[in-house]
């Protein structure tokens, strides 16, 4: 597994991070790696959610994957939008300048549509807000890009903290 390496096509993966037993290899693409030159005509190998390998045109494909040509495509690193109010908090609470309680998670609406257009274009990870414009507008949440109906489903947690706490 190559772990220096994100996905952002997700417009091609969508549907196969979740229980994906086989794997799935794209071919054809132009591949920006995180680090390192461009892979022209690449191939990028995936199971489980998890990128196995990333290589040139004629690269080893495991036997049994499901192949799927996106020549004239690009795939490159998911994006992170470190300033977001998307979902739904994109006033927070105007009462006072210091409102430290007002939590981003208490109004995010998953299923907005602003999640779907961020998905789209490449967004793989946000960082939602309650405000801005205030002295302390409150607390952000970071979520990943996956399918939810709560916030639980989409919120990113360090389990250690939450344990530790």
Do not use: W
């Amino acid at each position: 597994m190559i772990k220096p390496y994100l996905l952002a096509c997700s417009l091609f993966c969508a549907g196969f991070a979740a229980a994906q037993d086989k794997p799935v290899a794209f071919t054809g693409a132009l591949i920006y790696p995180v680090s390192g030159p461009p892979v022209p005509s690449g191939v990028l190998v995936v199971q489980n959610g998890k990128i196995l390998s990333v290589g040139v045109s004629g690269s080893k494909i495991p036997a049994g994957a499901a192949i799927i040509d996106v020549t004239g495509k690009v795939i490159m690193p998911g994006l992170v939008d470190s300033h977001s109010h998307l979902g739904g908090p994109q006033g927070g609470d105007a009462s006072a300048a210091l409102n430290p309680d007002a939590r981003a998670m208490d109004a995010v609406n998953p299923t907005s549509d602003g999640f779907k257009k961020a998905l789209a274009g490449g967004i793989t990870t946000i960082n939602v807000m309650p405000g801005s414009g205030h002295l302390m507008s409150g607390q952000t949440i970071y979520v990943k890009m996956r399918e939810g109906r709560v916030i639980e489903d989409i919120l990113i947690t360090n389990e250690k903290a939450c344990m530790a706490g």
